[in-house]
């Protein structure tokens, strides 16, 4: 019963590098997101997917790009790193929104410490 | 306009007393659910507590309670008798169901230290 799985937990890049952050879900989850955390800003939406081969933007898509092949996974591309980009990202996972209530909570993965230098 | 806002950027509270973490929230949809989550200092995003827009009575679980307001849009998270261990980041989130599906959104949340 493993979640939602992020990898890596840290990463240091130089300005310029591309990496991918992945993000896995044995849910069977519809929607996936990726949210960057940054001090006294909450969590802001970057990418999301409420399913298979769909994907659409959030409120800070520039520098990133995400792909849904299949259910489980949602990796996070960051296309040339900036210093901008430092901080701390989490996947989070839902059903869909075929499912009401308490059982559609937000679930999230560990986070990934990611630094642009 | 923001979809959440949580005013109190940090909050003080000794061991054992209750205190009151306030959230407000906007939308025009009559349905939507509303949560809290806890983050402690190793990061992780904790689940604590669901109100749905259509729920008669307040939520509780444990110690936790949400004081729903929907007329003044508020849902407070109330945490009673608390304990060191509750010192951590508390964000309030709101899901909207929209024609795409789910939407999430987060307050900037509140710092919130137990004095022994």
Redesign the interface.
């Known amino acids: 019963n493993a979640g939602v799985t992020q990898t890596p937990k840290f990463q240091v890049l130089k300005t310029g590098q591309s990496m991918t952050l992945q993000c896995a879900q044995d849910m069977n989850h519809e929607y996936m997101s990726w949210y960057r955390q940054d001090p006294g800003m909450g969590l802001r939406l970057i990418h999301y997917s409420v399913g298979a081969g769909i994907t659409d933007q959030g409120e800070v898509p520039n520098g990133y790009n995400v792909s849904r092949s299949t259910t489980e996974d949602f990796p996070l591309r960051l296309l040339s790193a900036a210093p901008s980009q430092t901080s701390v990202y989490f996947c989070a996972s839902s059903f869909g929104q075929g499912v009401l209530g308490g059982a559609n909570v937000l679930t999230f993965g560990a986070g990934s410490r990611l630094t642009v230098l | 306009a923001q979809k959440i806002t949580q005013t109190q ?1 940090g909050m003080f509270v000794q061991e054992k007393e209750a205190v009151t973490l306030d959230c407000t929230y906007d939308t025009s949809d009559p ?1 939507y ?1 509303l ?1 809290w ?1 806890k983050q402690p200092s190793s ?3 904790i ?1 604590l507590i ?1 109100q ?1 827009s259509y729920d008669q009575q307040n ?1 509780t679980e444990g110690r936790y309670s949400l004081n729903f307001q929907k007329a003044r849009k508020s849902a407070n998270l109330v945490i009673s008798a608390s304990q060191l261990g509750d010192s951590a980041m508390y ?1 309030c ?1 709101m ?1 909207e ?1 929209t024609n ?3 939407q ?1 959104y ?4 509140t710092s919130l230290t137990v004095i022994p």
């Open positions: 950027p349905s659910g949560f989550y990061g992780e995003m689940f669901y749905g939520a964000f989130a899901r169901i795409t599906g789910n999430f987060f307050g900037t949340g």
